[in-house]
């Protein structure tokens, strides 16, 4: 009995060691708020975050698309300085090879597939004749003339059919700038000089183009193209990708 009893105890101590040392593992504190910026030629990655509150870390893991492009990072920052092209970030904190939740952003553009404006010769409320981009989450909009809209308006399709920047029509109108590409799926990054760049495109099917839109000391870039035209009732249909990330160039 006394045997018996000896073996039971110390099957209770060894279960009690193994439960105390899966205890002793605890979770990471994942890193936070990560922000991506542009680097100063437009084609590189920026990423900035807040770190893990947990104080026993050995640093950080920086991912893009599921890959690992830096380790062992001790500060709270990175820099992509040339992706090639648009992915998601992931950033973890480690502690010998566990993992935290990820801290995740993306230079993926926000898409739109079908918005449909009208010339500016229709006169019907129904028939807008601007479209604008939302600079804080990238989504598009038709606008009609009213003057409220004006500030809200990147580009106007006017009475010839063409694609120009407003402040050509409208009283305190955007400035816009778009550059002319022969294939919307050609449109890998744009273009650093303004001056490359002219005031309107044609309302034509396929006619893509770089738009760069001014805002403070940067710009925004997205691209479009011209996916219809309705010679009856004088519309056109675009589809575009817009760039979330103040002069970032990347577009694909």
């Known amino acids: ?40 030629n437009g084609l590189g990655v920026n990423l900035a975050w807040t770190g893990s509150t947990t104080e026993d ?27 090639g092209n648009l992915g998601d ?3 973890v904190a480690v502690r010998d090879d566990q993992e935290s939740d990820p801290a ?17 010769g229709d006169s019907s409320p129904d028939h807008p004749s601007g479209f604008g ?14 003057a409220a809209n004006h500030p809200l308006i990147d580009f106007l399709l006017d009475s010839e059919m063409d694609i120009i920047t407003p402040d050509i029509e ?30 309107y495109i044609d309302g034509e099917v396929g006619e893509a183009a770089v738009v760069a839109l001014p805002d403070g000391s940067d710009y925004y870039y997205c691209k ?15 589809r575009w990708g817009f760039q979330l990330i103040p002069d970032l160039r990347l577009l694909d």
């Open 1 to 40: 009995m006394k045997k018996l009893f000896l073996i039971s105890l110390s099957v209770l101590l060894l279960m009690s060691f193994i439960g105390c040392d899966e205890s002793a593992e605890e979770d990471i504190d994942p890193p936070t708020a990560l922000v991506l910026t542009a680097t100063t």
């Open 57 to 83: 870390i050995d640093g950080y893991t920086v991912y893009f698309d599921g890959a690992v492009i830096a380790e062992e990072i001790t500060t709270t920052s990175y820099q992509h300085t040339a992706p």
């Open 89 to 91: 970030y992931e950033v």
């Open 104 to 120: 995740t952003a993306s230079s993926e553009l926000v898409e739109g597939t079908s918005n449909t404006i009208w010339y500016m």
């Open 133 to 146: 981009w939302d600079k804080m989450d990238g989504s598009g909009m038709e606008y009609n003339l009213d």
């Open 170 to 199: 409208l009283a305190g109108g955007n400035e816009t700038w778009f550059k002319y590409y022969s294939s919307y799926t050609n449109i890998t990054e744009a273009l650093e000089n303004i001056g490359d760049y002219g005031t």
């Open 224 to 238: 479009m193209e011209v996916t219809s035209v309705n010679d009856t009732d004088h519309s056109i249909t675009i």
